[in-house]
């Protein structure tokens, strides 16, 4: 097989496993928690290393911001035989239950993103995929991590949701995100939802695990918002998640 052109990867990793940091930065980070990593290449965006969990090679690589990049390191990343992706990444809370530091399992996303309206019609839910997602609950579970479950909000634009006011179409912006913390959806990120979306496309499964940095609506209520923004929980509960799922499906 010849290398992908965006990911420049091609087979002979034998993965069937990804973990998928958005940062480059985060890659070498987490491979470090595998057994004999070592860097595979980069380009563009697209950061690999490969190691081994369980005698299983397992494949990182960021996905750099935002779902069409998302979608494509997914999509050349199947070609290459990978058939389980977990997202790490990070998120801002909404929901006044979940602070940062805390975890977010994703179970499900508003499709606010467009990458995904070029794959299925809108009426197609954005869903983890549930055996990959109870690992990541057990994982959590058995590293006794503070967790949280349920749907995240997915956008295209960072500072759309950051400085709403500043744009032409800030009063659907402002309503929507009022119907997002009305409806209990835990925290905003950009990238869970072409995820769910491309693998179901697929056949693959995939599940997201999401660091809470802090929480814009604590904030705007005097309610304590502290700021976390080390990955290494996450980190830690993909892995342990995939460990679980190794074993579960020998």
Not at 112 to 131: H, L, Q, R
Not at 177 to 195: G, H, I, P, Q, R
Request: glycine content about 8%.
């Amino acid at each position: 097989m010849e290398k992908k052109y965006h990911i420049n990867l091609d087979d002979s990793h034998q993965a069937k496993y990804a973990v998928l940091p958005g940062d480059p930065g985060r890659v070498e980070k987490i491979a470090a928690y595998l057994d004999n990593p070592k860097f595979l290449g980069q380009n563009r965006e697209y950061t690999s290393w490969l190691g081994q969990l369980e005698n299983e090679n397992v494949l990182i690589m960021s996905t750099g911001m935002g779902g069409p990049s998302t979608a494509i390191g997914i999509e050349e990343l199947f070609q290459t035989g990978i058939r389980n992706f977990i997202r790490v990444g990070t998120c801002g809370g909404i929901n006044l239950e979940v602070q940062g530091g805390d975890l977010v399992i994703a179970t499900g996303a508003v499709r606010m993103d467009g990458t995904p309206n070029e794959y299925v019609p809108i009426e197609f839910p954005s869903v983890a995929n549930f055996e990959l997602t109870t690992s990541l609950v057990s994982a959590a579970k058995n590293l006794n991590y503070k967790y949280h479950t349920g749907i995240v909000q997915c956008k295209d634009s960072f500072y759309g949701q950051h400085d709403p006011e500043r744009m032409p179409i800030g009063y659907e912006l402002k309503n929507k995100w009022d119907a997002w913390f009305k409806s209990n959806v835990l925290a905003s990120e950009m990238e869970s939802s072409t995820l769910f979306i491309v693998s179901q496309v697929l056949g693959a499964r995939a599940a997201s695990i999401l660091n809470v940095i802090w929480n814009q609506e604590r904030s705007k209520r005097g309610l304590s918002d502290p700021h976390q923004h080390d990955t290494d929980m996450a980190i830690r509960t993909a892995i342990e998640a995939i460990r679980i799922d190794i074993q579960e499906n020998r």
